[in-house]
Nanobody, 130 residues
């Protein structure tokens, strides 16, 4: 069983920063073989992949967040992070941490697995006011 728990969401003004964290509990000790990602969702819209990182450390980002968001992970502590800078009102969403067993890398995750990942957290809300 794999459990993901997000934290770090909140309310900020436009231009501000937040750092999201996701702790992963994997009884099989398979963390490090997953592709990890952050996916966000606004009510009434489909989930949108934001950033992903694979087991080699290769990252991929949605065009809308490139240059502003940075994904990273700490394999030793089974943790995933998303540093979000220069936040804008359009970044307001529920942010989910996701883990996927597909071996095809971060770009594959954002292209094909952003809504189909194998494991999901419950989400953390990010609200950006203008």
């Amino acid at each position: 069983q794999v459990h993901l728990a997000e934290s770090g969401g909140g309310s900020v003004q436009a231009g501000g920063s937040l750092r999201l964290s996701c702790t992963v509990s994997d009884a099989r000790g398979a963390y490090g073989r997953y592709c990890m990602g952050w996916v966000r969702q606004v009510p009434g819209k489909e989930r949108e992949g934001v950033a992903a990182i694979d087991h080699t450390g290769t990252t991929s980002y949605a065009d809308s967040v490139k240059g502003r968001f940075t994904i990273s992970q700490d394999n030793a502590n089974q943790a995933l992070y998303l540093q979000m800078n220069s936040l804008q009102p359009e970044d307001t969403a529920m942010y989910y941490c996701a883990a996927d067993r597909s071996p095809w890398g971060a770009t594959w995750f954002l292209t094909y697995r952003q809504r189909l990942a194998d494991y999901w957290g419950h989400g953390t809300q990010v609200t950006v006011s203008s």
